[in-house]
């Protein structure tokens, strides 16, 4: 039996039976998931559309610990942290959410390429993948934005580089498996061009990977983000939770023993992250098949009591 | 007492919500050296029967009757009973497409775990082997090599050296030449009947293949969907099949088939 | 076995070219880049045009680019990365003392991530399903994604009173005895490396669980028991080594962490290390540091992977065929 290859989520590899099993995903931790996900997004709109404002700033509050005004206290300049919570939500998500779309957008269509052509193309493409997945990734993404300035566009595009090599790399041994597969070969001696291989037989197993892939995308990107932000490297106009730590870090909340500027930003990003792993497994249990294992123990089966066995 | 007990063996198997009768009132008695074939397609439950002997049932089946091994009993006795009996008292040869042995070690490192395991010294497991393979045909220097090295009918003969190391007394062959082609499966069916007969085993042979159990010693049991439907002394089973699918099968060989059967398969 | 020498020989083949890529993106990536160089090194925006040409006749910055780029291979075949603008030292040098203070306390916190990770993974794999599994998968996910900086942040808010959570060693310390010199750089190292170990166990925790997962379904685990070997038996002696490519391979990827030194660590906790000096060669515009560190981690990384590949070969002798 050939070594199983494990994926970045812990999930499984099965790239030999790619068969579809929403069934097997159905389960509390895929609605616990779902709900928190779109409960984040509900907020992400209220703080975009709705003109909130963390108040103004007030030097006789600043590091108030939480209270019934301010329900998880103030920072440095005496501003409400819940309400900049909810207003850097919008930023923290919508900048993950493009940044993994285009990653896999990117990735898969050169993961496809270079899944399906057989000669130098791949080798090409995948040297150029295997850089991008050595280069260190944050000093990498630093430079760029360096040079590039600040802006979510520009940190989506960054974030995006960083993150489309490990699709690509997924949806490449994919699809080459896929290339292989019999009724590919039949189609292709039937007459099949290219593309229709490409459209119907291919692509339809290399989507469900993709979408595993891309709620990993997205967790990554998060962090990804927060810790550019952290650098000050999406620039001072944005607030968002990873600027939120950033400046509880600049502004010695730490020394002021404010664990509250610090921990809901922090403990916001873990649970979207979280979410978007459990989604991820979810989605890929629904895609593996069920993987027989044997017990250990030396006697593992159920047995009857004798009377019940007697006729 | 006889060597194996079975009586009124049941087995369930749950899988996706629902519960399927594997083995239906299986029953079965083999002295010491004695030898018995089961029979039946894919799902007539066959092997389970086999893995109920060793106590090797998956956590998703339930079983309910006796089962009696060397006078241990496998399916209420203690785990330590139990442990004891396993590779020592009886073993087993899996289907031919299987690879037992460790992926990442040597043939012989894994035999010479199993003989250590069951109290063998070191320097004896290493010459233990090499006779193994003396006894199962097989060069040596296979020992030294990886899993993935060796053939399908060398894969299986050094199956059976692993299985035979402990001495056991008895051996359970589960569709041992499945897969492999025509001249590999008479060279392992030969060897294991042969050896069977040079170590006074006892076995229990399992196989789909009506044509190579048909002409065999010992008794015979035809397996159909969880039931037995036929069970007896080889001979009279053959030769007055008492329900329709045994019917069929003997009408479905091809006639050389069994005349040919009666000869000596080579070793 | 010349499969083995030829796996062998294209995988040496792949490290080399990855490693000459990375020098030559590595020279164009900052001869490219907006920034006058010769501005930020002289730091004198208005310099006369003589001084100007002087310095670019002296960093060789007046030949053409092709010029340019043989003299830095030249250059770093004798091991000369150049000298850093911010420090005027030579960068080598620099780069040799950051990467001797990241790669202890990295060490450590990987080596304590690895630890955990898979000892925790095998027990997740033998109790897979249960509430033992449950626990410390989703426990392994949630601390996996809480951001680095946070978690240091934390452990800096609960443990500042413990613990020393700025800087390698002790400024202060003039007791010059290697013991307690080495003590007080270990007690600096505990929350950094801690840090690191948090934020990155999880993804061995996953990873191990499902590679063990996946072997305990092969037959030759099934036929372990038929043996009888006894459970613990079993999973070191069967399950886990078969599972271990996948996590040496996740421990290669670590390997970046390991020698580029982790930016976030290095920052919340003033760590000396070649995380920080990348990021302050960045903010300084100096460019030899930037790309003598970048480089070398780049190297460093492909080099470790090709070890993991040359180990990966001696654990699965299936992968060479």
Known sequence: ?311 | MALVEVEDLNVWMAADGRSVHAVKDANLTLEAGGQHAIVGESGSGKSTVLLALMGLLPPNATVSGKVFVDGVDVLRGSEAALAALRWRTASMVFQSSSNPFNPVRTVRSQIVAALRLHGRGKAEAERRARDLFDMVRLPSECLGYYQHQLSGGMRQRAAIALALACQPKLLLADEPTTALDPIVQAEIIGLILSLRRELDLALILVSHDLALVGHLEGSLSVMLRGETVEQGPVREVMAAPRHEHLRSLIAALPDFALASASSEVPA | MSTRTSYLAGKVRVAAFGVFATLTLNFFLFRVLPGDAVSSMARVPDGSVELKEALMRQFGLDKSLWGQYLDYLAQLAQGNMGVSYASLRPVTGEVLAALGNTVPMTLLGIALAILVGTTTGVVAAWRHDTLVDSIISNVATVIYSAPTQWIAIMLILAMAQYLPVSGASDPFAFAADAWSVAIDRLKHMILPSLTLALATFGQYTLVTRSAVLATLGDDHVAAAKAIGFPVRRILTGYALPNALIPIVTLGALSAGTVVGGSVVVETVFSWPGIGRAMYDSIIQRDFPMLQGALLVVTVAVILINLAADIVNMKLDPRIVE
């Open chain 1, 1 to 311: 039996m050939s070594p199983v290859e494990p994926t970045a989520l812990g999930g499984l590899d099965a790239s030999n039976a790619p068969a579809w099993n929403p069934g097997r995903a159905l389960g509390p931790k895929l609605v616990v998931a779902i709900v928190v996900l779109a409960s984040f997004a509900l907020v992400a709109l209220v703080g975009r559309f709705l003109n909130l404002d963390p108040g103004a700033i007030d030097v006789a509050h600043i590091f108030q610990p939480p209270s019934m005004e301010h329900w998880l206290g103030t920072d440095d300049a005496g501003r409400d942290i819940f309400m900049q919570l909810i207003i850097g939500a919008w930023p923290s998500l919508v900048v993950g959410l493009s940044a993994a779309a285009v990653a896999v957008l990117i990735g898969g269509t050169v993961g496809i390429l270079a899944g399906y052509s057989r000669g130098w193309l791949d080798l090409v493409l995948l040297r150029v993948m295997d850089y991008f997945i050595v280069v260190p990734a944050l000093p990498f993404a630093m430079v760029i934005t360096a040079v590039w300035g600040p802006g979510l566009g520009h940190m989506i595009l960054v974030i995006a580089i960083l993150l489309w090599s490990t699709t690509a790399r997924v949806v490449r041994a994919q699809v080459k498996s896929g290339r292989e597969r019999l009724y590919v070969i039949r189609a292709r001696m039937l007459g099949a061009s290219h593309l229709h291989v490409l459209l119907r037989h291919i692509l339809p197993q290399a989507l469900p990977l993709i979408g595993t892939t891309g709620s990993l995308a997205v967790a990554l990107a998060i962090l990804t983000q927060a810790a550019l932000e952290f650098f000050g490297l999406a620039g001072t106009a944005v607030l968002s939770w990873g600027s939120m730590i950033r400046f509880a870090f600049q502004r010695d909340a730490m020394l002021n023993g404010a664990w509250w500027m610090v921990a809901p930003p922090g403990i916001c990003i873990c649970i979207v992250i979280t979410a978007c792993y459990w989604l991820a497994q979810c989605l890929e249990t629904a895609l593996n098949p069920r993987l027989r294992t044997t017990d250990l123990r030396v006697r593992s089966f159920r047995v009857l009591a004798v009377s019940r066995g007697e006729r």
